[in-house]
């Protein structure tokens, strides 16, 4: 079992930014690639960003791609999310994943991630 557990939402306005926390805890973080996803109201749950298990590889999806940046940090079991240069379509719940057989022709998918979080409000403000 691993356990997740997001921060760092909140509201802003458009042009700003917000950084996204993840922390983890149970078994070894490193074993999991990571993922970001979110989910606007009436809306599917979406492909956000991914890291791998060094960290030495990331994808994101072209919505966000040069604006917001996935990172992690395995000495402090966290996976992070830079968020700058917000527009009011990135307003959504964001939601951390683990994903323990991480593939790159699956790592953008929902139903490849094995445990998630609770998710964390983030609301752009026009």
């Known amino acids: 079992q691993v356990q997740l557990v997001e921060s760092g939402g909140g509201l802003v306005q458009a042009g700003g930014s917000l950084r996204l926390s993840c922390a983890a805890s149970g078994r070894t973080f490193t074993w999991y690639a990571m993922g970001w996803f979110r989910q606007a109201p009436g809306k599917e749950r979406e492909f956000v960003a991914a890291?791998?298990?060094?960290?030495?590889?990331?994808d994101y999806a072209d919505s966000v791609k040069g604006r917001l940046t996935i990172s992690r940090d395995n000495a402090r079991n966290t996976v992070y999310l830079q968020m700058n240069s917000l527009k009011p379509e990135d307003t959504a719940v964001y939601y951390c994943?683990?994903?323990?057989?991480?593939?790159?022709?699956?790592?953008?998918?929902?139903?490849?991630?094995?445990?998630w979080g609770q998710g964390t409000q983030v609301t752009v403000s026009s």
């Open positions: 994943a683990a994903d323990s057989v991480p593939h790159s022709q699956t790592i953008r998918l929902v139903r490849a991630y094995d445990y």
């Open positions: 890291i791998s298990r060094s960290g030495g590889s990331r």
